[in-house]
């Protein structure tokens, strides 16, 4: 069992649109979630993170973790064309050494 | 801006001949990591380097290695290059272990002919 799950998609959404990505993970000392974002041909860039469960906000982007069922989620309000890339999860452990990627779902989001 | 770059860009090598990928950064970051991502895969971590401390992970083939010279550089090498090893390098940099704030660079696209 791989220690991340994400669904690749792809993902296509019309331009305002309400966007749902979403990973689970396996192991429950993991404590640290990341979003990044990739745009093609480019390095990741983190959105965001949050520790243990809960919700945390940054202008349209909602991260939210539930500890309890292993699950972890990145909405998008009023979703742009700029918003198309790959969006990947990770998990932390913050032990310096069990760090994990998603493997990345591709969000097309058309005019 | 303080950023984290790679050069080159696109670097294409011939199966077997070696190949070097370089990473700097502006950050003054401790930490410097190299990861390979495939096509549609999640970057995997290679190894990293805490300070001049280097750490390998356990399934890293040795055909990679490494150098930190100082704070702002750092060298993928590849000795012998396999078709298998196209992908896109990625270099990023943390302030500590925290790696929850990585900040990567744009990449290099190794292809091996």
């Known amino acids: 069992q791989k220690e991340v799950e994400q669904d690749p998609g792809p993902l296509s959404v019309p331009e305002g649109a309400i966007v749902s990505l979403n990973c689970t993970y396996s192991?429950?000392?993991?404590?640290?979630f990341m979003w990044y974002r990739q745009y093609s041909r480019k390095g990741p860039e983190l959105l965001m993170y949050?520790?243990?469960?809960g919700n945390k906000e940054d202008g349209r982007f909602t991260a939210q973790v539930d500890k309890s069922s292993k699950y972890i989620s990145l909405f998008i309000r009023d979703s742009q064309p700029s918003d198309s890339a790959t969006y990947l999860c990770?998990?932390?452990?913050?032990?310096?050494?069990?760090?994990?990627f998603g493997t990345g779902t591709s969000l097309t989001v058309i005019p | 801006d303080a950023m984290v770059i790679q050069n080159p860009r696109y670097q294409v090598t011939q199966f077997g001949k070696p190949v070097t990928l370089s990473c700097s950064q502006t950050?003054?970051?401790?930490?410097m990591y190299w990861y390979q991502q495939k096509s549609s895969q999640a970057p995997k971590l290679l190894f990293h380097?805490?300070?001049?401390?280097?750490?390998n992970e356990a399934d890293t083939p040795d055909n990679f290695q490494s150098r930190r010279p100082n704070t702002s550089f750092c060298f993928l090498d590849i000795r012998s290059p396999g078709l298998g090893d196209a992908a896109m390098y990625l270099c990023?940099?943390?302030?500590?272990?925290?790696?929850?704030?990585?900040?990567f660079g744009p990449g290099t696209r190794l292809t091996v002919t």
């Open positions: 990023a940099t943390s302030r500590d272990r925290q790696i929850y704030e990585q900040y």
């Open positions: 192991n429950s000392a993991f404590q640290y």
């Open positions: 949050t520790y243990s469960s």
């Open positions: 990770a998990i932390d452990s913050n032990t310096g050494n069990q760090f994990y």
């Open positions: 950050l003054n970051h401790n930490v």
């Open positions: 380097y805490y300070d001049k401390d280097f750490n």
